[in-house]
C-alpha cells in the first residue's frame, strides 16, 4: 500500500518499491527519410553545382525523353517562336546589302547562279552562319517538345516522321496542333514517364 506525501506531486512508493524509470519514444526509422526522385530531388541535393543547374535548364528546351503538359508546351513554344523571330530578322537585316545587290544582277544570272547567290547573301557572313546555326538549335527544341507532348499523351513521338511525308504532313500538322495544344495528357503514369517528369497537378 502506498502512503501520500504532502509537498510533493504524486505518490512515493513504499520502502523496497521502485518507479520504472521514463524510456523514450521509439524514433521510427523513416523519421529522416531521403527526399524522393523528381524535381524535389534536384532542389535539395547537396551536391548542386552550376553545371547540373545548366544541364537541367538545358533538358527542359532540348531533352527528347518524359512528358510535358500543355502548359509547359506553350510557354516554351512561345519563347522558341520569340527567339526564331528576332534570328530571322537578324538574318534578313545582314543579308540586306547582298541582296540588293543580287537583284540589280539578277537578270545576267542563271537560275542556279540565283539560287547559290541566295544561299550566300543569306548565310555567307559571320552574322549569318551564327543566326542559321542558332535556327537549326532552336528546330531541334521545336522537335523535343512535339515528342515530349505526344509522350503526355502516351503516344510514340516516332508518330511525328509523318510531318515529313508530302500532303500527308499538312492533314497530321493540323491534327498535332489541336491535340498537343488543346487535349490533357494522360492522366496519372504512363509509360514514357521517368523521375524528372512526372505528371502534373496543373496541366
Not at 530571322?88 to 539578277?106: E, G, H, K, N, Q
Request: hydrophobic fraction near 45%.
Amino acid at each position: 500500500m502506498q502512503r501520500k506525501q504532502f509537498g510533493r506531486r504524486g505518490l512515493v512508493p513504499n520502502t523496497g518499491q521502485s518507479w520504472a524509470s521514463p524510456q523514450p519514444a521509439a524514433v521510427t526509422a523513416n523519421a529522416y527519410q531521403s527526399a524522393p526522385e523528381g524535381p524535389a530531388a534536384f532542389e535539395d541535393n547537396d551536391s548542386f553545382s552550376v553545371g547540373k543547374a545548366l544541364t537541367h535548364g538545358l533538358s527542359i528546351f532540348f531533352s527528347f525523353k518524359g512528358r510535358l503538359g500543355r502548359m509547359e508546351y506553350w510557354t516554351i513554344g512561345f519563347i522558341r517562336f520569340f527567339i526564331d523571330m528576332v534570328l530571322i530578322s537578324t538574318l534578313v537585316w545582314s543579308a540586306y546589302p547582298a541582296f540588293m545587290d543580287l537583284m540589280s544582277r539578277a537578270d545576267q544570272m542563271s537560275e542556279s547562279a540565283r539560287d547559290w547567290s541566295v544561299i550566300v547573301a543569306l548565310y555567307g557572313s559571320n552574322t549569318g552562319m551564327i543566326c542559321g546555326s542558332l535556327l537549326l538549335v532552336t528546330a531541334v527544341s521545336y522537335w523535343s517538345i512535339l515528342v515530349r507532348r505526344n509522350h503526355d499523351r502516351d503516344v510514340s513521338g516516332f508518330w511525328l516522321l509523318l510531318l515529313l511525308v508530302p500532303v500527308v504532313n499538312i492533314f497530321y500538322g493540323l491534327y498535332i496542333f489541336v491535340v498537343n495544344g488543346f487535349i490533357p495528357g494522360t492522366p496519372g503514369n504512363n509509360r514514357f514517364d521517368t523521375h524528372n517528369s512526372r505528371p502534373r497537378v496543373f496541366d
